[in-house]
């Protein structure tokens, strides 16, 4: 879960150690109901998974984003997955990871249409990683 205050702790720490801020990349994700219905979870676990996946993204680019208007150029790059695409929505199962994943799709969409400059910002799809949220199965490794 996302530290507001942290965040902002971190932002002005870098601003003062190095003034500028060339590349960020958000990749903070929870994966904590796998097969259950959207309405059938409990609303904390969708609160949780909407608090890391989008509004800890959503924060970050905020406390961030002034480094890089201030030297008008820099790279943003957002972890998501294939989950949050729009034809994704239409299956059944992990409705509260598709949900945060297609809101911070759309955040990259939406900031990418504001910024100023040479300022770039992009969603990535990953791909199923074995991790600690991806399983041992998982057809890829982070290496």
Known sequence: MYNQKRINQAAIKVNERYGRLDVLI???GVYLEKNKKLVA????ILER???T???GAYYVIRSF???MDKQIHGRIINVSLEYGTMSELSYHGVGDYKLSKFALNGLTRLVAAEVNGDIKINAVDSGWMSSDMGGPSAPQTPK
């Open 65 to 67: 984003i002034p480094l």
């Open 53 to 55: 996946n989008f509004f």
């Open 49 to 51: 998974t909407m608090t």
């Open 26 to 28: 958000n990749n903070a």
């Open 41 to 44: 979870i409990d609303p904390s």
